[in-house]
């Protein structure tokens, strides 16, 4: 009897693969692309825990908002931070795919990329956050390994391939061959640890104290892991320490280098280490065919060339790769059958209703 209705309920519903992202959520359709790329915030109403907005018009309120209203990213570092949160954020994306379907409470089968180091009970908290949702069927997939199939890399062959994804919270560096990972290091710097050296660093040069939203638009703008032919500068807009007054600087792409030379060199130390673990066999393959560059901090200038000099290998940004992760997860919700094996380990036999 439940068989028969979860059958007719895959009729009806439209299966989704989720990048659930420290900075960003992106959600994929079967057969439709990618639908949703929202922020991961939820504003919430302090006193009563009514939720006001969430994605793109909750990240509007961030750093605006009067005291009785909270902005927050329930995804702290790659994993769920606040699980209540995460939830209605979750339901809410789910809702909106659905909302213009023919049967709206129809329940879809779910797959979400999660980090590679994550724990059992954080991989229980994605799962059951789905489940509460409205999914009728959660699988997880490892970040790493999606972003992997996302960029192309022939994953399930003999074949060794390297990705290093670098999102909001986490920096995923695995190598994969024969439908799993071989190697994988995972550190919880990526672009959030970014914006804040950039911060850091006007604060404690210029003693200028500037928001989130325009240490990340520097660090789009002029910032760089390697030196450019031609170096930039940008404005800086903030509330100086000394005096308490508004002011702006302009500061140089050399200058926010400099700021972003500390994650920039944990990125390259946890590509060294992986590096180092990989068994010779998979080196040879890897020196042929080079190491992808996903996510969004793949898009960070200069990054590819950086890491290339470091490991004296070809590195490369793979196409798109702000969706490589969902696009990845997309593609194994379409051959679930025959890429069952690439799942999260604990998780491969899904979770039935």
Same mark, same amino acid.
């Given at each position: 009897m439940f068989s028969l209705l979860n059958f007719f309920l895959g009729l009806f519903s439209r299966d989704i693969a989720i990048d659930l992202g420290t900075a960003n959520t992106l959600?994929?359709?079967?057969?439709?692309?990618?639908?949703?790329?929202?922020?991961?915030v939820v504003a919430i109403e302090s006193r009563t825990k009514r939720v006001l907005a969430i994605g793109s018009e909750a990240k509007q309120m961030v750093g605006r908002t009067p005291a009785s209203i909270v902005a927050i990213r329930p995804l702290r570092d790659g994993v769920i931070s606040d699980f209540d949160v995460t939830e209605r954020m979750l339901h809410y994306f789910i809702r909106k795919v659905h909302e213009k379907g023919f049967l709206p409470i129809a329940r879809p089968r779910v797959i979400v990329g999660i980090p590679g180091g994550v724990t059992e009970v954080e991989k229980r908290a994605v799962r059951d956050a789905c489940i509460s949702a409205g999914?009728?069927?959660?699988?997880?997939?490892?970040?790493p390994m999606a972003a992997a199939i996302g960029a192309g890399l022939p994953v399930t062959e003999s074949l060794g391939s390297m990705i290093i994804d670098i999102g909001g919270g986490t920096t995923e560096v695995a190598v994969t061959a024969l439908g799993g990972i071989v190697v994988n290091h995972s550190i919880r710097v990526a672009g959030d640890e970014m914006d804040e050296e950039i911060v850091n660093y006007a604060r404690q040069k210029y003693n200028l104290l500037i928001g989130e939203r325009m240490a990340e638009r520097t660090k789009l703008e002029i910032g760089s892991a390697y030196p450019l032919e031609e170096e930039k500068t940008m404005t800086l807009r903030g509330r100086n320490l000394i005096t308490g007054l508004p002011e702006a600087i302009n500061v140089s792409s050399v200058e926010i280098r400099e700021a972003l030379?500390?994650?920039?060199?944990?990125?390259?130390?946890?590509?060294?280490s992986t590096l180092d673990e990989t068994p010779p066999e998979l080196i040879a393959d890897l020196m042929e065919h080079g190491i992808a560059l996903a996510g969004g901090g793949a898009l960070l =200038?200069?990054?590819? @060339? &950086?890491?290339?000099?470091?490991?004296?290998?070809?590195?490369?940004v793979a196409d798109d790769p702000l969706t490589s992760v969902v696009k990845g997860a997309g593609m194994v919700l379409e051959e679930l059958d025959t890429?069952?094996?690439? =799942?999260?380990?604990? @998780? &491969?036999?899904?979770?039935?209703?």
């Open positions: 959600v994929m359709v079967r057969g439709q692309g990618v639908v949703i790329n929202e922020p991961s999914a009728r069927e959660a699988h997880l997939i490892e970040q030379a500390g994650p920039v060199g944990m990125i390259v130390e946890a590509t060294r =200038l200069g990054l590819a @060339q &950086r890491l290339s000099e470091e490991t004296k290998m070809h590195v490369y890429l069952r094996k690439v =799942l999260a380990p604990t @998780q &491969r036999a899904g979770i039935p209703s």
